[in-house]
C-alpha cells in the first residue's frame, strides 16, 4: 500500500540573479511498513524536502499525496491538522514543553482533538520506547535520550500515517544514537510504522531498509539494502 508519492516536486526560492534551486523533479514513492532515509550534505535539499513533506512548506511545483492527500489542496489551517493527525515528527531538538509530564506531553496531540488515547495502545507505545516508569516524570528529569523518546512516543500517538525524522540523533551521544535508532527500528517493526528518516550521517543510514541520496536537490541514487 502507498503511503507517500512525491510527483516532480521542485521548490525555488528567490528570484532573478538570487533564485536559488533547492528541489528538482523529485518523484518518489514510500510503501506502508517501510523505513527509508535520506542521506545528503548540507544544502543538498533533504531538509526542504522534509519540510514539503510535512507539510510545513510548499513546493513550487508538483505534487505530494500522504496516504491519499494532496497536500497542495491543503490550507494553512487544514495543514496543521493534518500534520498533527497523519505526519508524525521527530525532529534533532525534542521541543517537549518543559511545564509537562512526559505522559502529557505524548499525549498533546490527542489533547489538541479533545480525544482520549487508547490505553492498550498507549501501553504498547511507551512499553516499546521504555518510558513505562518515567511517565510522571518532567523532560528536566530525563537524559536526552530518553528525551528522544518522549518526542517519539509523541510522535507515535496519532497512528500517524507516516513518520518523520529529522537528524533524530543529531543531538545525542554514540550510546543515546544508537538507542533511538534501536528504536525506531522496533517501532517500524512492531507497530508496522512507516518511516522516513533524515540525516547527513552514512552509519545512521544504513540501519534503514532503503537509503535515498539527495545531491544539489536531486534524487541520485535509492538503494534497497534488504
Known sequence: MEILRCEGVSKVYGSGNNQVTALKDIDLTVSKGEFVAI????????????HILGSVDK?????????????STLNQTQAAIFRRRKVGLVYQFYNLIPTLTVEKNILMPLALDRKKPEKEYFEKVVGSLGLSDRLEALPS??????QQRAAIARSLIY??????ADEPTGNLDQKNSCEIIDMLKLSNHNLEQTILMITH???????????ITIQDGQIIRDERRR
Open 141 to 146: 528529569q530525563l537524559s536526552g535520550g530518553q
Open 159 to 164: 497512528r500517524p500515517a507516516l513518520l518523520l
Open 59 to 71: 513546493p513550487t511545483k508538483g505534487k505530494v499525496l500522504i496516504d491519499g492527500t494532496d497536500l
Open 201 to 211: 550521517n552514512e552509519k545512521t543510514a544504513l540501519e534503514a531498509e532503503r537509503v
Open 39 to 50: 542521506i545528503g550534505a548540507s544544502g543538498s535539499g533533504k531538509s526542504t524536502l522534509l
